[in-house]
């Protein structure tokens, strides 16, 4: 009922009168194929053709923009000459106060984001206004189903096949509405309550499908798999396994048999990791699904597979049959992990010519430095080169089609100093490529880790049900590499494997990039800056100062004859809760205080934004009343460690933006003990995002008041800018 669309019409008139011949049914079908399509926004069935358009500029209609996930438009109105001009056209304040780093969504004149929570918003994309909002109730869930979640609230995005929406949940559901007006139409569960994984990447549309990986290597021994769904019922069509299970229960394919004959000792009891929490791509030429795998579980091999092997398929892109999930081939860029290099990064199609030869590639830009030119007909390298400093593979070996590794790289003496860091010198932020001038462009940190062994050889203390993180391996605190600036955005060229250009930023972490036909390249940074690049040169043409740091990618869509530029202004990720200190550059960016928001820009656009309160450096509260014990201080440093409070309330307790800084909080300070208990161990802010830990004992958590009240006192003041 008024969801019919003009294909459907058009088949069921068809199926009428095929039996019939005659002048008067043919011209009916004439009379219908003619007709002017009523193709109003609720009637709109999304197909893989239209996911495959790379002309269609109306609309952004897939994650990457389309299945090529190239996220280049073909539009020009905004270009080098005129970006100058480019001003906000309309923006929306958002009630979130976590992470912002989707890519939205823009289907006939509405835009779709996924924020906070999971939370999906629909939005007038010519006018900012909030049409729907459908709220998938996640800290219910978890609280419900007393969940194992610590960490990563968040979604990077949304998918529209046929009429719906779909989002993947943090607590591990897939969930399909009506994206007309945001109605549930199904969801179904892609992982068992009690397991501590997550899931932050979007669900992938494609065919009829919906394909889902989970993310949460650290937390617990999971083996990591990906799913595919029937679009229309959320049935489960198939499932691979990224890493082979214990060979007495029996292999689940062949694949799974292959890969293990590279792993050693009793990995499937550390459940071996590998899941790919981002990073999917399909590629309808060849009908497969290419997907990246993360890191082992846990990071060190020597713990997880004592006797070496390369651990298939961790690290790896890997590429199955669309339609059954069957094993067609795989790369992998980091042989036998142990830098926790997921391969987990965008996977992005192109038509290149290499040597006077049409190939059809598929471009892969993964944590370990490598930029990798891959033919998706057969899955071999035809490239791949460093694209920041490397030293954990001297070089990838072509006619071996593997890396060579050095002896250092494994620590096997104690420590050793490893480029890239754990957090890849390209982490999920989108990569981008203009094929008019077959350029990549990469979001780069250019940083390392020193790993060490050290009282950590041994330990499997990270297996069990206690929230805990566990890697098996030491970390010294990161150092930026002394060659290159902390962060940069470079350009690639593929074909001929080099850097063209490369512009140098003050802070990792550069967000996602959009490239364009109009010769320029859009990135925000975490300094709060969101600048169009010639994307010829580097050269900055443009600049916003958003007052808020950028982690989101921008989109571009073009409605009445307009081009626009749209994206989510937030902070967001693993590094952002260290933009208070601890080592980082401190942008004053504070939690509760800088406002989230959605801003559209056009080249005559006259809306004012109102300006952002001036950063603003955490001020620690110095507790007279509280006696610090420094054994309790010692023992809280170690548990807000080891329980990931880190992750979001920063090192040395100097929180970013993703939480409060804990130095400032009252519930740390003499008297707060109870309310502290009900927050951290009863959840009583898990509507927020703070995640409940209800195995921390009271002694625990007196520890960390000890910690906290100690860094009040002690620990580092940011230098601020
Ligand atoms: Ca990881």
Request: glycine content about 10%.
């Amino acid at each position: 009922m008024g969801r019919i669309c003009f294909g459907t019409t058009l088949r069921s008139i068809k199926r009428m009168y095929s039996s019939r011949t005659g002048l008067f049914a043919q011209l009916l079908v004439a009379a219908a194929l003619t007709m002017p399509a009523p193709l109003y926004a609720e009637d709109r069935m999304i197909t893989d053709k239209e996911l495959s358009d790379e002309s269609n500029t109306a609309d952004w209609l897939a994650y990457g923009r389309t299945h090529s996930e190239q996220r280049f438009s073909p539009l020009k109105d905004i270009n080098v000459d005129n970006v100058g001009k480019l001003k906000p056209e309309w923006y929306l304040d958002l009630p979130d106060k976590n992470d912002m780093v989707g890519t939205p969504l823009v289907v006939d004149g509405v835009l779709y984001y996924v924020g906070t929570l999971n939370v999906i918003r629909a939005i007038d994309a010519r006018t900012g206004k909030m049409l729907w909002e459908y709220d998938p109730k996640v800290a219910k869930e978890i609280t419900d189903n007393n969940m194992r979640k610590v960490f990563w609230s968040y979604s990077r995005g949304l998918s529209a096949y046929n009429d719906k929406l779909y989002v993947a949940t943090w607590d591990g559901r897939i969930v399909a509405i009506n994206r007309k007006d945001g109605k549930e139409v199904w969801q179904t569960r892609t992982f068992p309550h009690d397991t501590p994984l997550n899931i932050t990447g979007h669900v992938k549309a494609f065919d009829g499908k919906v394909f889902v990986g989970n993310g949460g290597t650290e937390l617990g021994p999971t083996r990591g798999y990906v799913t595919a769904y029937d679009a229309e019922t959320g049935k489960q069509l198939w499932r691979f396994f990224i890493v082979p299970g214990n060979p007495a229960d029996g292999f689940e394919d062949e694949a799974q048999e292959m890969a293990a004959k590279t792993w050693t000792g009793k990995w499937w009891e550390h459940g071996g990791g590998g899941n790919a929490w981002h990073g999917w791509t399909y590629d309808k030429e060849f009908n497969q699904l290419i997907f990246g795998t993360g890191n082992g579980s846990p990071w060190n091999r020597k713990v997880r597979s004592p006797g070496g092997g390369d651990n298939l398929f961790l690290c790896s892109v890997v590429a199955v049959d669309a339609n059954t999930g069957k094993y067609k081939w795989h790369v992998q860029t980091a042989p036998g992990d142990t830098w926790d290099y997921n391969s987990n990064m965008d996977i992005v199609l192109a038509d290149l010519k290499i040597d006077g030869k049409n190939v059809k590639a598929a471009m892969h830009a993964p944590k370990n430095g490598f930029f990798y030119v891959i033919d998706r007909s057969n899955g071999k390298v035809l490239s791949a080169e460093k694209f920041a400093d490397v030293n954990w593979s001297t070089k990838f070996d072509l006619e071996k089609q593997t890396h060579i590794i050095p002896e250092s790289a494994w620590f096997n003496d104690g420590e050793e100093n490893i480029y890239p860091s754990v957090f890849g010198a390209h982490s999920w932020h989108a990569m981008s490529y203009n094929p008019e001038l077959g350029l990549a462009f990469i979001p780069t940190n250019h940083m390392s880790n020193t790993f060490t062994d050290k009282g950590k050889d041994t330990d499997t203390s990270w297996r069990g049900n206690k929230f805990q993180l566990g890697i098996a391996v030491g970390l010294a605190p990161m150092a930026s590499d002394p060659h290159e600036a902390r962060g940069s955005l470079q350009a690639w060229d593929p074909v001929k494997n080099k850097r063209v250009w490369q512009v140098n930023q003050k802070s990792a972490w550069g967000a996602g990039t959009l490239a364009t036909a109009g010769n320029l390249v859009f990135q925000g940074l975490p300094e709060g800056k969101l600048k169009a690049y010639d994307a010829r040169d580097g050269k900055v043409v443009w600049e916003y100062d958003a007052g808020l740091a950028i982690s989101a990618p921008p989109i571009t869509y073009k409605l009445d004859g307009k081009q626009m530029v749209a994206l989510l202004i937030g902070p967001g990720g693993a590094l952002t809760s260290n933009f208070a200190g601890g080592g980082w550059d401190a942008f004053g960016w504070k939690y509760g205080l800088h406002q989230r928001r959605l801003i559209a820009f056009s080249l005559d656009g006259k809306a004012v934004v109102p300006p952002q309160p001036a950063p603003q450096i955490a001020k620690p509260i110095i507790d007279k009343e509280f006696k610090i014990d420094d054994a309790k201080a010692a023992a809280g440093a170690g548990t807000y460690a080891v329980h990931l409070c880190i992750a979001c309330h920063g090192g040395g307790a100097a929180a970013g933006i993703m939480a409060p800084d804990l130095r400032e909080s009252p519930h740390l300070l003499h008297g707060g003990e109870e309310t502290f208990k009900d927050i951290v161990r009863g959840g009583a802010l898990l509507g927020k995002g703070m995640p409940r830990f209800p195995t921390l004992t009271d002694e625990e958590l007196e520890g960390i008041r000890h910690y906290i009240r100690k860094q009040a006192v002690e620990g580092a003041t940011p230098a601020g800018h």
